[in-house]
């Protein structure tokens, strides 16, 4: 088991940057992939950026690509999300979520795919 605390949210104005933090707590010693996902009101969730074990590995939706960067500290336990150049169309929850190993994939795109979530941060943009 393992539990997620995001942080880092909050109101920001178009064109500006938040950076997002996953703190990890409890069985932390196994290989997670990681991954944010968001939900804007009225909205399905959706996939915006996951990251392998190591860190090696990223993968972006094409709505983020080039804007958002996905990186992690495994000796702090800590995932990021770094955003810039946001938009309104950013405003959503955002969510970590954990991925338990075995797995052979290294790109988990749909929260059906993820094991752990976090309770979710606000990210508010304002044109």
């Known amino acids: 088991q393992v539990q997620l605390v995001e942080s880092g949210g909050g109101l920001v104005q178009a064109g500006g940057s938040l950076r997002l933090s996953c703190a990890v707590s409890?069985?932390?010693?196994?290989?997670?992939?990681m991954g944010w996902l968001r939900q804007a009101p009225g909205k399905a969730r959706e996939f915006v950026a996951t990251i392998s074990s190591g860190g090696a590995y990223t993968y972006y939706a094409d709505s983020v690509k080039s804007r958002f960067t996905i990186s992690r500290d495994n000796a702090k336990n800590t995932m990021y999300l770094q955003m810039n150049s946001l938009k309104p169309e950013d405003t959503a929850v955002y969510y970590c979520a954990a991925k338990s190993p075995p797995y052979s994939s290294t790109r988990f795109v749909s929260g059906d795919e993820y094991d752990y979530w976090g309770q979710g941060t606000q990210v508010t943009v304002s044109s």
């Open positions: 409890g069985r932390t010693s196994r290989p997670y992939a």
